[in-house]
């Protein structure tokens, strides 16, 4: 990924005070795409769509050395839409990420809103980053993707093995329960293997809302690559005070296909183990990415998911969430091409 940055020479504002060298750097994704979705129960259509492999960003972060080993860091990156210009993340200026935080030989400890650990295991995990019309986030759940108000510790790796916490204040008054979420992950690499398993736990309550309803997710999986192939595997439970328990298994492969060719295949069985137990569907997705340079790629891929009686997912993308007329136990599918551009 080209990056532009920016060294800015601080100048002292009193003799003798010696200031440390900050970089910033500078960045985006622009993608956008032709998508066709389609269900039984109505609802296709042709659309401009914006974000589908990976979605829209500007950016900004840097560090700079406070000496000893130790940086203080930030981060902040805005959302938007591409064919219309419009901010996403609820209009939020920064809403994709924004915090501060200090690194060193410790690890790196950040407060602001950041990214959930599940989220980040997920998203390694699936052989389509949880973008294109094949993402495994159609049918897993991939938490609240970003927490606010949070606390994240990222430990060093140490003989492969690395950990993520993080802690988001519900910030309600008078319980400090209502509205937090916490989680962690952990992962290890070895050679072709890579393993992570990830636990979350939202509490949904808020101030005006009185009777919480908690939401437990447990992922783990990994990749293993042999030759120009990975396999990708994950297995995760989803279980609120509700009553809903869902187990969901995802079984892909990426491969290397010709010169800048790389070929993306999955498929995602989700049960549904609550009382009713009609709310199964399987999702089949096959993709192909065609990398022009190193920021600059091609793409497509198409989605189909099979909704049992109550279910009604539907196939969306990296910022879609797909067609809203899909109807319970209808069939949803997606079609797309496009092209994304790193700078």
């Not at 003799?15 to 500078?26: D, L």
């Amino acid at each position: 990924m080209k990056r532009i940055s920016i060294v800015l020479a601080t100048a002292g504002a009193f003799a003798g005070v010696a200031h440390a060298q900050t970089s910033v750097t500078v960045y985006g994704i622009l993608d956008a795409g032709i998508t066709r979705e389609t269900g039984d129960a109505g609802g296709n259509v042709w659309k401009m769509a914006t974000g589908v492999q990976s979605g829209n960003r500007l950016g900004f972060k840097g560090a700079e050395d406070l000496g000893g080993g130790l940086k203080a860091n930030f981060q902040v990156e805005s959302g938007f839409d591409l064919d219309t210009g419009t901010l996403r993340q609820g209009g939020s200026l920064f809403g994709r990420q924004s915090w501060v935080g200090l690194s060193g030989g410790f690890g790196a400890v950040s407060l602001g809103r950041q990214y959930n650990p599940l989220f980040v295991a997920l998203d390694a995990i699936d052989p389509f980053s949880t973008g294109l019309t094949g993402a495994t986030t159609n049918l897993m759940n991939p938490s609240s993707v970003r927490t606010n108000n949070s606390i994240a510790y990222y430990s060093p790796v140490i003989g492969g093995f690395g950990a993520n916490f993080l802690y988001g204040l519900g910030e309600v008054t008078g319980d400090p329960s209502r509205a937090r979420t916490y989680g962690v992950s952990l992962g290890y690499t070895y050679g072709p293997l890579t393993l992570a398993a990830a636990y979350d736990n939202a509490n949904n309550g808020s101030a005006t809302t009185p009777l919480t309803n908690t939401t437990k997710l447990s992922l783990v999986g990994g990749t293993y690559k042999f030759g120009p192939a990975t396999l990708h595997l994950a297995y995760e439970r989803e279980k609120d005070d509700a009553g809903t328990d869902f187990r969901d298994v995802m079984v892909g492969l990426s491969a290397a296909a010709g010169a800048g060719g790389n070929v993306l295949a999955s498929f995602v069985d989700k049960r549904d183990k609550s009382a009713a137990g009609d709310r199964n569907a399987k999702q089949y997705a096959i993709g192909y990415i065609y990398a022009m340079s190193k920021r600059s790629n091609l793409y497509t891929s198409y989605g189909r998911i099979r909704n049992s009686s109550a279910a009604a997912f539907t196939v969306g993308d990296a910022s879609s969430g797909g067609s809203s007329n899909q109807a319970p136990g209808a069939t949803s599918s997606g079609f797309t091409v496009g092209m994304r551009h790193i700078f």
